[in-house]
Structure formats: C-alpha cells, structure tokens
C-alpha cells in the first residue's frame, strides 16, 4: 500500500520524503489556510519537494465549469498536481472533462460505495472515502473501504482507493489488510507507526546491558 501525507506543512513533508517513507501528498484548503500562505506558492513547493510523485490540490468551486477552469489552473502549477474535487454531480462532471484531457482526478468526500462506482466510471484516478467521519457517526468506515476495493476488483476499474480521514494506526493497518491501494496518513501518525511498547523497553534493556559491558563503539 502506498502512502500519502496529509497535509500542507512542507517542512513534514520535506523530512517524510528524504526518508522515503511517502509516495504523494493530498492538502485541502483548510489544510492550506493552516499555513497562512498563497495556494499556488504552497502547492509549487510541495511539489518540488515530491519530484513527479501526486499532490492533490483541491479547487473551491461548486459548479462544474468553475471546477474545470481552476483545476486547469492548479494544473498548471506543475505536471505532478493532481486536482481534487468533491464527490457531487458537478464534481463528477468536472471530472471526467478533466479526465478527458489526461489530467488526474482525485474525487474526495466519498461516503458511500455507489458514490465511488460513479467516480470510477467519471474517470477518476483515486476515490477518497473518508473512513474517521463515518466513524464519528457511528456508522464502519473501514466496511465502506472493503466494500469499493470488491467492486473496483469486480470490474477492473483503474480507480485506485485512497483510504482518507485516518484517525489511528489501526486504521493504518486494517486498509492495507483490506487491500486499499493508498492511505493519506496525518505526519504525526505517520511517526507513530512506530511505537511499540515492547520496542520501547527492548530498547531500554539492551542499552543498560552495554553500559554495564563498558564497551563502546565510537
């Protein structure tokens, strides 16, 4: 499974990408509006720090033409921006008319499996199911990622399914056990996939075991 970053913090994504552990970034605008700068600078940046790999930049618009018009736009920021737009009829219909021109879509906002069927067959090249939200609402977000990745495998969409709205490192896990083919992952939970308590006190046995040895190495 892939992973994106989550965010529009560069300097997280500059230390994510020198260790090769992300394939892409997805920002919104309240993420953008976070950092207090233009758009279009924070954008260039990220993608300069991603040399070629996706960044999702999401246009505001709600109307179709609108949409199309300022994701030609984000597009022209560099040839690694892929455009993000909300899963409605219009969104759709931005879709596949950027689609149409070889540009990559990523349709977000996604709660239910028919809403991914539709985006896979406007020509979108990731679905982002939001699994926290649904959640929050006491409904399974990770039965919605199981039951897309089964249609998708069905019919042999290109459509890659972008497991979003990650809250824990279980839900980490259970996309990839699923079978999602990217999750967009928070910076800090990103270093939190690292802890373990029986990490923490191996660590801590093996370096009072050395100290008595007296050795050293440097």
Known sequence: MKLF???ADTKAIAELAEMGLIDGVTTNPSLIMKSGRDIFEVVREICDLMEGMPVSAEVVATNAGEMEAEGLKLKEIASNVVVKVPLTWDGLKACRRLSGQGIEVNV???????QALLAAKSGATYISPFIGRLDDINLDGMELIEDIVEIYE????DTQVLAASIRTANHVRDAAKIGAHVATVPPDLIKKLTLHPLTDKGLASFLADWKKSGGEIL
């Open 108 to 114: 977000t906002l996604c709660f239910s499996a028919n």
């Open 5 to 7: 970053v989550d965010t």
């Open 154 to 157: 069905n019919y042999e969409f």
